[in-house]
């Protein structure tokens, strides 16, 4: 046990250790498969048990790194979109797509905060907002938050279970890493439940005005019909038939 603590502890001294979560946070953009929370979570663990590496460093290259990897991916999506790549056409892929597509349609500034706590969901939606040319201002307007909050919220959890279990270095990583699953599964329900609230809230709005729209169409058209009868209050006086006027001396 002491020999794997004292290993994660000289991979946490590394030179390159600082590099490699701007990479991994970068390529986290644009390729799902990059375990870049994990890997900041679990430094943060130990900074917390041993005080290496420096976390604000750490929190400062992951949100530089998830910055330049949204940013990519907007690219990519705008040049080439979404159906090039085959784990975006099937299974989950597809469906934070469609999700995507919809987010961005629907209450684009709240869905770019939300959608990297979502399987799938932050390469999806740096791809379609690339593919459908949504702002480039706005979006890295908005990504520069996001990814500033992912960045600390990551560091956050591994720093508390450091702090549980400061002498047990390995206990703490893995501890830190089981909590960041439960929280991004406790996330990802509460960031769908509010989307689909949202959604019903405003399909019962929609469907509000059109009843009030076609209402008011009903009586627009009965007033116009009363308009034109004849004898109606608001109708014109019969006027006198000249064929059948009396012509007089």
């Given amino acids: 046990m002491n020999l794997i603590e004292d290993w994660i502890l000289s991979l946490a001294d590394a030179w390159w250790i600082y590099m490699a979560v701007y990479v991994l946070s970068a390529f986290d953009g ?18 917390s048990s041993s005080g290496r590496p420096l976390i604000w460093l750490v929190a400062l290259l992951a949100w530089a790194g998830a910055f330049t990897g949204d940013n990519v991916g907007y690219l990519i999506g705008r040049t080439v979109g979404t159906q090039r790549f085959r784990f975006l056409r099937e299974g989950k892929g597809k469906v934070a797509v469609e999700a995507a597509e919809a987010g ?33 201002r706005k979006f890295w307007h908005r990504s520069l938050a996001s990814t500033f909050v992912w960045a600390v919220y990551s560091c956050v959890i591994g720093a508390v279970a450091g702090a549980w279990f400061e002498n047990h270095h390995l206990l703490a990583v893995t501890v ?8 991004a599964l406790v996330v990802e329900r ?19 005005e059109d ?20 004898g109606s209050p608001r109708g014109l006086p019969d006027s006198p038939d000249p064929v059948d006027e009396e012509i007089t001396p």
């Fill in 190 to 208: 509460l960031v769908t439940a509010l989307h689909r609230a949202l959604d019903a809230r405003a399909e019962r709005r929609e469907a509000a």
């Fill in 104 to 136: 961005l349609n629907k209450r684009a500034l709240l869905f770019l905060m939300t959608a990297r706590y979502i399987p799938f969901g932050r390469t999806a939606v740096n791809l379609v907002a690339g593919a459908v040319h949504y702002p480039h």
């Fill in 30 to 47: 644009f390729f799902p498969a990059v375990p870049s929370e994990s890997v900041i979570v679990t430094l943060s663990s130990l900074w």
């Fill in 176 to 183: 830190a890493l089981v909590l960041a699953v439960v929280i």
């Fill in 211 to 230: 009843a009030l729209r076609a209402e008011r169409r009903t009586a627009a058209e009965e007033e116009a019909r009363a308009d034109v009868e004849p």
